[in-house]
Protein backbone atom coordinates (compact mmCIF):
# COMPACT_ATOMS: atom_id res chain seq x y z
CA UNK A 1 0.00 0.00 0.00
CA UNK A 2 3.09 2.55 0.98
CA UNK A 3 4.94 4.21 -1.67
CA UNK A 4 7.69 2.62 0.28
CA UNK A 5 8.90 -0.55 1.67
CA UNK A 6 9.07 -1.00 6.04
CA UNK A 7 6.06 -0.65 7.08
CA UNK A 8 6.15 0.60 10.57
CA UNK A 9 10.50 0.47 10.08
CA UNK A 10 11.29 2.63 7.57
CA UNK A 11 13.60 5.38 6.42
CA UNK A 12 12.24 9.32 6.50
CA UNK A 13 14.33 10.95 4.39
CA UNK A 14 14.27 14.84 6.07
CA UNK A 15 16.08 17.62 4.58
CA UNK A 16 19.16 16.12 3.94
CA UNK A 17 19.10 13.45 6.86
CA UNK A 18 18.26 9.68 6.35
CA UNK A 19 16.17 9.44 9.38
CA UNK A 20 13.93 6.56 10.80
CA UNK A 21 10.30 6.95 11.72
CA UNK A 22 10.82 5.68 14.78
CA UNK A 23 14.16 5.00 16.51
CA UNK A 24 14.04 0.67 16.46
CA UNK A 25 16.50 -1.57 19.05
CA UNK A 26 17.34 -5.30 18.21
CA UNK A 27 19.12 -7.86 20.58
CA UNK A 28 20.92 -10.90 20.07
CA UNK A 29 17.92 -12.84 20.58
CA UNK A 30 16.44 -11.59 17.84
CA UNK A 31 18.03 -14.79 16.18
CA UNK A 32 14.69 -14.95 13.13
CA UNK A 33 15.84 -11.10 12.27
CA UNK A 34 19.73 -11.70 11.99
CA UNK A 35 19.45 -15.12 9.62
CA UNK A 36 17.14 -13.00 7.64
CA UNK A 37 19.45 -10.06 7.03
CA UNK A 38 22.37 -12.41 6.11
CA UNK A 39 19.78 -14.62 3.91
CA UNK A 40 19.29 -11.33 1.28
CA UNK A 41 23.03 -10.30 2.27
CA UNK A 42 22.66 -7.31 4.64
CA UNK A 43 25.31 -8.21 7.03
CA UNK A 44 24.03 -7.94 10.78
CA UNK A 45 27.85 -7.35 11.84
CA UNK A 46 28.24 -4.57 9.28
CA UNK A 47 25.27 -3.26 9.63
CA UNK A 48 24.28 -2.99 13.66
CA UNK A 49 26.44 -2.24 16.08
CA UNK A 50 26.93 -4.76 18.86
CA UNK A 51 26.88 -3.62 22.32
CA UNK A 52 26.44 -5.91 25.68
CA UNK A 53 23.19 -4.31 27.63
CA UNK A 54 25.04 -3.08 31.00
CA UNK A 55 22.41 -0.16 32.31
CA UNK A 56 24.38 2.46 31.05
CA UNK A 57 22.69 5.60 31.99
CA UNK A 58 24.14 9.38 31.91
CA UNK A 59 26.20 8.61 35.04
CA UNK A 60 27.66 5.34 34.21
CA UNK A 61 27.00 1.68 33.28
CA UNK A 62 24.77 0.50 36.03
CA UNK A 63 25.35 -3.35 35.71
CA UNK A 64 28.82 -3.62 33.65
CA UNK A 65 29.04 -7.41 35.17
CA UNK A 66 26.54 -8.32 31.77
CA UNK A 67 29.39 -7.28 29.65
CA UNK A 68 31.44 -11.05 30.30
CA UNK A 69 31.22 -13.36 27.78
CA UNK A 70 30.41 -16.08 29.64
CA UNK A 71 27.73 -17.16 31.96
CA UNK A 72 30.41 -18.00 34.93
CA UNK A 73 32.50 -14.97 34.22
CA UNK A 74 29.18 -13.00 34.42
CA UNK A 75 28.89 -14.71 37.55
CA UNK A 76 31.90 -13.76 39.13
CA UNK A 77 31.90 -10.34 37.49
CA UNK A 78 28.65 -9.92 39.46
CA UNK A 79 30.14 -11.48 42.73
CA UNK A 80 33.02 -8.83 42.55
CA UNK A 81 31.19 -5.80 41.08
CA UNK A 82 32.30 -3.00 43.25
CA UNK A 83 29.99 -0.58 42.67
CA UNK A 84 27.54 -2.70 43.79
CA UNK A 85 27.05 -4.02 47.52
CA UNK A 86 26.58 -7.00 49.29
CA UNK A 87 22.44 -7.18 49.43
CA UNK A 88 22.61 -5.70 45.86
CA UNK A 89 24.61 -8.55 44.36
CA UNK A 90 22.40 -11.04 46.28
CA UNK A 91 19.55 -8.74 44.78
CA UNK A 92 20.54 -10.26 41.06
CA UNK A 93 21.50 -13.20 41.77
CA UNK A 94 17.91 -13.99 42.86
CA UNK A 95 16.49 -12.10 40.48
CA UNK A 96 18.15 -13.85 37.35
CA UNK A 97 17.50 -17.36 39.00
CA UNK A 98 14.23 -16.73 39.50
CA UNK A 99 13.88 -15.30 36.01
CA UNK A 100 15.11 -18.62 34.52
CA UNK A 101 13.00 -20.84 36.80
CA UNK A 102 9.57 -19.26 36.40
CA UNK A 103 7.10 -20.78 34.52
CA UNK A 104 5.06 -17.88 32.28
CA UNK A 105 2.40 -19.93 31.79
CA UNK A 106 1.80 -19.83 35.47
CA UNK A 107 1.46 -16.07 35.47
CA UNK A 108 -1.48 -15.95 33.05
CA UNK A 109 -3.69 -13.12 33.34
CA UNK A 110 -0.95 -11.58 35.87
CA UNK A 111 0.54 -8.06 35.30
CA UNK A 112 5.04 -7.96 34.83
CA UNK A 113 4.63 -5.71 38.13
CA UNK A 114 3.13 -9.14 40.02
CA UNK A 115 5.90 -10.74 38.98
CA UNK A 116 8.72 -8.26 39.91
CA UNK A 117 7.08 -7.81 43.29
CA UNK A 118 7.60 -11.39 44.08
CA UNK A 119 10.58 -11.53 42.44
CA UNK A 120 12.82 -8.59 41.91
CA UNK A 121 14.04 -6.86 44.60
CA UNK A 122 13.25 -2.96 44.50
CA UNK A 123 16.95 -2.27 43.92
CA UNK A 124 16.66 -4.78 41.13
CA UNK A 125 13.10 -3.46 39.82
CA UNK A 126 13.44 -0.25 38.38
CA UNK A 127 15.99 -1.84 35.57
CA UNK A 128 13.73 -4.42 34.68
CA UNK A 129 10.50 -2.22 34.53
CA UNK A 130 12.93 -0.06 32.05
CA UNK A 131 13.43 -3.12 29.69
CA UNK A 132 9.50 -3.84 29.65
CA UNK A 133 8.14 -0.93 28.88
CA UNK A 134 11.05 -0.44 25.99
CA UNK A 135 10.17 -4.01 25.15
CA UNK A 136 6.41 -4.22 25.08
CA UNK A 137 5.56 -0.39 24.84
CA UNK A 138 3.71 -0.95 28.73
CA UNK A 139 4.44 0.10 32.15
CA UNK A 140 5.13 -3.29 33.48
CA UNK A 141 1.80 -2.31 35.86
CA UNK A 142 -0.45 -2.74 32.62
CA UNK A 143 2.18 -5.69 30.70
CA UNK A 144 1.19 -9.43 30.20
CA UNK A 145 3.59 -11.33 32.58
CA UNK A 146 3.75 -14.56 30.47
CA UNK A 147 4.87 -12.42 27.56
CA UNK A 148 7.44 -9.93 29.53
CA UNK A 149 8.72 -13.75 31.23
CA UNK A 150 9.26 -14.99 27.70
CA UNK A 151 11.44 -11.86 26.29
CA UNK A 152 13.18 -11.77 29.57
CA UNK A 153 14.13 -15.79 29.43
CA UNK A 154 15.09 -15.16 25.77
CA UNK A 155 17.34 -11.89 26.55
CA UNK A 156 18.96 -14.03 29.03
CA UNK A 157 19.37 -17.55 28.04
CA UNK A 158 22.63 -16.71 26.76
CA UNK A 159 25.31 -14.06 27.28
CA UNK A 160 25.00 -13.03 23.62
CA UNK A 161 20.67 -12.93 23.88
CA UNK A 162 21.08 -10.20 26.13
CA UNK A 163 23.41 -7.68 24.01
CA UNK A 164 21.97 -4.85 22.18
CA UNK A 165 21.81 -4.17 18.62
CA UNK A 166 21.70 -0.57 17.10
CA UNK A 167 21.32 -0.08 13.61
CA UNK A 168 24.03 1.91 11.72
CA UNK A 169 22.10 2.47 8.40
CA UNK A 170 18.35 3.31 8.08
CA UNK A 171 15.91 1.06 8.73
CA UNK A 172 15.44 0.63 4.99
CA UNK A 173 18.92 0.09 4.49
CA UNK A 174 18.93 -2.27 7.28
CA UNK A 175 16.25 -4.83 5.65
CA UNK A 176 13.71 -4.19 2.99
CA UNK A 177 16.28 -2.91 0.25
CA UNK A 178 17.77 -5.78 0.59
CA UNK A 179 14.90 -8.09 0.89
CA UNK A 180 13.79 -6.39 -2.24
CA UNK A 181 16.66 -6.85 -4.07
CA UNK A 182 16.82 -10.75 -3.75
CA UNK A 183 12.87 -11.29 -3.99
CA UNK A 184 13.51 -9.72 -7.57
CA UNK A 185 16.73 -11.95 -8.37
CA UNK A 186 14.43 -14.70 -8.11
CA UNK A 187 11.82 -13.47 -10.06
CA UNK A 188 9.31 -12.06 -7.70
CA UNK A 189 7.67 -8.87 -8.12
CA UNK A 190 7.42 -6.13 -5.71
CA UNK A 191 4.45 -3.37 -6.23
CA UNK A 192 4.50 -0.63 -4.52
CA UNK A 193 1.84 2.02 -3.73
CA UNK A 194 -1.40 -0.66 -4.46
CA UNK A 195 -3.73 -1.25 -1.48
CA UNK A 196 -5.28 -4.29 -1.70
CA UNK A 197 -9.20 -3.34 -0.75
CA UNK A 198 -10.79 -6.53 -1.33
CA UNK A 199 -9.48 -10.69 -0.81
CA UNK A 200 -12.44 -12.16 -3.72
CA UNK A 201 -10.16 -11.69 -6.86
CA UNK A 202 -7.21 -12.97 -5.12
CA UNK A 203 -8.86 -15.84 -3.31
CA UNK A 204 -8.92 -17.95 -7.02
CA UNK A 205 -5.25 -17.30 -7.27
CA UNK A 206 -3.86 -19.70 -5.09
CA UNK A 207 -2.53 -19.05 -1.64
CA UNK A 208 -3.11 -15.68 0.36
CA UNK A 209 -0.67 -14.16 2.51
CA UNK A 210 -2.07 -10.97 4.58
CA UNK A 211 1.02 -9.25 5.58
CA UNK A 212 -0.74 -6.12 6.95
CA UNK A 213 -1.62 -4.22 10.19
CA UNK A 214 -4.06 -5.90 12.04
CA UNK A 215 -6.49 -3.13 11.20
CA UNK A 216 -6.17 -4.07 7.17
CA UNK A 217 -6.51 -7.54 8.00
CA UNK A 218 -9.41 -7.45 9.96
CA UNK A 219 -11.08 -5.19 7.00
CA UNK A 220 -10.09 -7.71 4.21
CA UNK A 221 -11.20 -10.76 6.36
CA UNK A 222 -14.62 -9.74 7.31
CA UNK A 223 -16.71 -11.54 4.95
CA UNK A 224 -14.23 -14.48 4.77
CA UNK A 225 -13.64 -15.47 8.44
CA UNK A 226 -15.73 -12.71 10.89
CA UNK A 227 -14.73 -13.96 13.95
CA UNK A 228 -10.97 -13.75 12.96
CA UNK A 229 -12.20 -10.68 12.01
CA UNK A 230 -13.50 -9.49 14.88
CA UNK A 231 -10.16 -10.61 17.59
CA UNK A 232 -8.09 -8.84 14.91
CA UNK A 233 -10.19 -5.87 14.93
CA UNK A 234 -10.17 -5.74 19.08
CA UNK A 235 -6.64 -5.48 19.16
CA UNK A 236 -5.45 -2.86 20.88
CA UNK A 237 -2.11 -0.89 19.79
CA UNK A 238 -0.37 1.93 21.27
CA UNK A 239 2.19 4.66 20.60
CA UNK A 240 5.50 5.74 20.20
CA UNK A 241 7.26 8.72 20.11
CA UNK A 242 10.98 9.64 18.77
CA UNK A 243 12.98 12.97 19.39
CA UNK A 244 15.58 13.73 17.30
CA UNK A 245 17.84 16.27 18.46
CA UNK A 246 20.74 18.08 17.26
CA UNK A 247 23.36 19.33 20.47
CA UNK A 248 25.20 22.18 18.75
CA UNK A 249 28.70 22.43 19.97
CA UNK A 250 30.20 19.72 21.41
CA UNK A 251 27.41 16.81 22.64
CA UNK A 252 27.69 15.43 25.83
CA UNK A 253 29.79 12.61 25.92
CA UNK A 254 27.81 9.04 26.88
CA UNK A 255 29.75 6.06 27.92
CA UNK A 256 28.04 3.83 25.36
CA UNK A 257 26.01 4.82 22.49
CA UNK A 258 22.87 4.09 24.01
CA UNK A 259 21.60 5.35 27.58
CA UNK A 260 18.94 4.22 29.66
CA UNK A 261 17.73 7.62 31.13
CA UNK A 262 16.75 7.36 34.65
CA UNK A 263 13.32 7.34 35.30
CA UNK A 264 11.10 10.11 36.95
CA UNK A 265 8.27 12.48 36.59
CA UNK A 266 10.29 15.04 34.30
CA UNK A 267 11.69 12.04 32.05
CA UNK A 268 9.77 11.12 29.42
CA UNK A 269 12.45 9.70 27.36
CA UNK A 270 13.39 5.89 29.02
CA UNK A 271 16.18 5.44 25.50
CA UNK A 272 18.59 7.75 24.17
CA UNK A 273 20.89 7.12 21.19
CA UNK A 274 23.84 8.95 20.21
CA UNK A 275 23.39 8.56 16.00
CA UNK A 276 26.81 10.26 15.78
CA UNK A 277 28.49 7.18 17.32
CA UNK A 278 26.53 4.90 15.18
CA UNK A 279 26.11 6.51 11.56
CA UNK A 280 29.47 7.13 9.70
CA UNK A 281 28.81 9.63 7.98
CA UNK A 282 29.66 13.40 10.07
CA UNK A 283 26.38 15.21 9.15
CA UNK A 284 25.11 13.16 12.05
CA UNK A 285 27.62 14.17 14.42
CA UNK A 286 25.50 15.65 17.75
CA UNK A 287 22.11 14.11 16.41
CA UNK A 288 20.48 11.82 19.40
CA UNK A 289 17.19 10.33 19.12
CA UNK A 290 15.03 10.01 22.61
CA UNK A 291 12.36 7.11 22.89
CA UNK A 292 9.41 7.79 24.86
CA UNK A 293 7.70 4.36 24.29
CA UNK A 294 3.72 4.67 25.51
CA UNK A 295 3.94 8.17 25.02
CA UNK A 296 0.94 10.03 26.25
CA UNK A 297 1.66 13.02 24.61
CA UNK A 298 1.67 14.49 21.37
CA UNK A 299 4.35 15.75 18.82
CA UNK A 300 4.51 19.06 20.36
CA UNK A 301 4.25 18.17 24.33
CA UNK A 302 6.78 15.30 23.44
CA UNK A 303 9.36 17.13 21.98
CA UNK A 304 9.06 20.10 24.39
CA UNK A 305 9.55 17.01 27.69
CA UNK A 306 12.55 15.83 25.86
CA UNK A 307 14.24 19.48 25.95
CA UNK A 308 13.55 19.88 29.28
CA UNK A 309 14.76 16.18 29.87
CA UNK A 310 17.82 17.01 28.41
CA UNK A 311 17.80 20.58 30.69
CA UNK A 312 17.58 18.52 33.97
CA UNK A 313 19.83 15.89 32.87
CA UNK A 314 22.89 17.78 31.20
CA UNK A 315 22.08 21.31 32.29
CA UNK A 316 21.40 22.76 28.79
CA UNK A 317 19.40 21.99 25.86
CA UNK A 318 19.68 20.64 21.79
CA UNK A 319 17.54 21.64 19.05
CA UNK A 320 14.83 19.81 17.60
CA UNK A 321 14.96 18.42 14.36
CA UNK A 322 12.36 16.32 14.05
CA UNK A 323 9.91 14.40 15.99
CA UNK A 324 7.35 11.51 14.78
CA UNK A 325 4.93 10.43 16.64
CA UNK A 326 3.41 6.71 15.97
CA UNK A 327 -0.08 6.28 17.87
CA UNK A 328 0.00 2.57 16.27
CA UNK A 329 3.40 1.73 16.74
CA UNK A 330 2.52 -1.59 18.61
CA UNK A 331 -0.05 -3.85 19.86
CA UNK A 332 -0.33 -3.64 23.81
CA UNK A 333 0.34 -6.97 25.53
CA UNK A 334 -2.01 -6.85 28.08
CA UNK A 335 -3.02 -9.76 30.52
CA UNK A 336 -6.08 -11.78 29.00
CA UNK A 337 -4.70 -10.28 25.43
CA UNK A 338 -6.21 -12.64 22.84
CA UNK A 339 -4.47 -12.36 19.10
CA UNK A 340 -5.86 -14.27 16.02
CA UNK A 341 -4.25 -17.05 14.83
CA UNK A 342 -2.00 -17.69 11.45
CA UNK A 343 -5.08 -19.16 9.38
CA UNK A 344 -7.84 -17.06 8.71
CA UNK A 345 -10.01 -19.32 6.47
CA UNK A 346 -9.94 -21.29 3.32
CA UNK A 347 -6.47 -20.68 1.31
CA UNK A 348 -6.12 -17.48 3.42
CA UNK A 349 -3.23 -16.76 5.92
CA UNK A 350 -2.19 -13.71 8.31
CA UNK A 351 1.34 -13.04 9.51
CA UNK A 352 2.60 -10.04 11.97
CA UNK A 353 3.74 -8.81 14.56
CA UNK A 354 -0.26 -8.71 15.86
CA UNK A 355 -0.75 -12.86 15.03
CA UNK A 356 -0.86 -15.36 17.88
CA UNK A 357 2.93 -15.37 19.85
CA UNK A 358 4.73 -15.73 23.00
CA UNK A 359 6.47 -12.73 21.43
CA UNK A 360 5.63 -8.98 21.95
CA UNK A 361 4.69 -6.23 18.74
CA UNK A 362 8.46 -6.70 17.30
CA UNK A 363 10.54 -7.03 14.30
CA UNK A 364 11.47 -10.73 15.48
CA UNK A 365 8.18 -11.35 16.06
CA UNK A 366 6.56 -10.67 12.82
CA UNK A 367 9.39 -12.35 11.07
CA UNK A 368 8.61 -15.43 13.25
CA UNK A 369 5.31 -15.20 12.12
CA UNK A 370 6.05 -15.24 8.79
CA UNK A 371 8.64 -18.04 8.99
CA UNK A 372 5.36 -19.97 10.57
CA UNK A 373 3.16 -19.13 8.22
CA UNK A 374 5.54 -20.60 5.32
CA UNK A 375 5.44 -23.62 7.15
CA UNK A 376 1.89 -23.81 7.78
CA UNK A 377 1.40 -23.57 4.22
CA UNK A 378 4.16 -26.00 2.88
CA UNK A 379 2.58 -28.68 5.05
CA UNK A 380 -0.65 -27.94 4.90
C1 LIG B 1 8.02 4.14 16.49
C2 LIG B 1 8.21 2.65 16.52
C3 LIG B 1 9.23 2.09 17.25
C4 LIG B 1 9.40 0.70 17.28
N1 LIG B 1 10.47 0.18 17.96
C5 LIG B 1 10.75 -1.13 17.82
C6 LIG B 1 11.95 -1.67 18.33
O1 LIG B 1 12.76 -0.96 18.94
N2 LIG B 1 12.21 -2.99 18.14
C7 LIG B 1 11.34 -3.79 17.46
O2 LIG B 1 11.65 -4.98 17.26
N3 LIG B 1 10.16 -3.31 16.99
C8 LIG B 1 9.86 -2.01 17.14
N4 LIG B 1 8.71 -1.50 16.62
C9 LIG B 1 7.68 -2.43 16.10
C10 LIG B 1 7.99 -2.93 14.69
O3 LIG B 1 8.25 -1.87 13.81
C11 LIG B 1 6.78 -3.71 14.21
O4 LIG B 1 6.50 -4.73 15.14
C12 LIG B 1 7.01 -4.35 12.86
O5 LIG B 1 7.41 -3.42 11.90
C13 LIG B 1 5.72 -5.02 12.42
O6 LIG B 1 5.88 -5.57 11.14
P1 LIG B 1 4.64 -6.10 10.36
O7 LIG B 1 5.17 -6.65 9.07
O8 LIG B 1 3.83 -6.98 11.23
O9 LIG B 1 3.71 -4.82 10.06
P2 LIG B 1 4.03 -3.43 9.32
O10 LIG B 1 5.46 -3.03 9.54
O11 LIG B 1 2.98 -2.49 9.79
O12 LIG B 1 3.85 -3.75 7.78
C14 LIG B 1 2.58 -3.89 7.19
C15 LIG B 1 2.69 -3.50 5.71
O13 LIG B 1 1.44 -3.79 5.08
C16 LIG B 1 1.12 -2.71 4.20
N5 LIG B 1 -0.35 -2.72 4.03
C17 LIG B 1 -1.27 -2.46 4.97
N6 LIG B 1 -2.51 -2.58 4.43
C18 LIG B 1 -2.36 -2.95 3.12
C19 LIG B 1 -3.26 -3.21 2.07
N7 LIG B 1 -4.57 -3.18 2.22
N8 LIG B 1 -2.73 -3.54 0.84
C20 LIG B 1 -1.38 -3.61 0.67
N9 LIG B 1 -0.49 -3.38 1.66
C21 LIG B 1 -0.96 -3.03 2.87
C22 LIG B 1 1.64 -1.47 4.93
O14 LIG B 1 1.82 -0.39 4.03
C23 LIG B 1 2.96 -2.01 5.50
O15 LIG B 1 3.98 -1.86 4.56
C24 LIG B 1 8.49 -0.13 16.58
C25 LIG B 1 7.45 0.45 15.83
C26 LIG B 1 7.31 1.81 15.78
C27 LIG B 1 6.22 2.41 14.94
Not at 101 to 124: E, I, Q, Y
Not at 293 to 311: G, H
Not at 334 to 343: A, E, N, S, V, Y
Request: proline share 7%; with cysteine.
Amino acid sequence: MAPQLGGRARQVNWGHLELDNGQHILTGACTHTLSLMSLVGADPETVLYRTPLQFTTPSGRMAPWLAHPGRWQRLMGLLSCSMLNWRERWAWLQCIVQLQWSRPASWHGKTAADWLAMNAHWTVQPWLEALCVSAMNLPASQADATVFLNLMQTSFESPQASDLLLPKVSLSELLPHRAADWLRARGAQVQLGQRITDLNPLLDTGRVVLACSAQEAARLSSGLSPEWSDMAQHIEHGPIATVYTRWSGSAPQLMDPLVIMPPGLDSPAQVVMDLGCLRASPQYGGIWSWVISFAQVDREEAARLVLQQAQSVWGRQPEVVACFLDPRATILCRPGLKRPGHHVGPGVWACGDYVESDLPSTLEGAIRSGLQVIEAIQSH
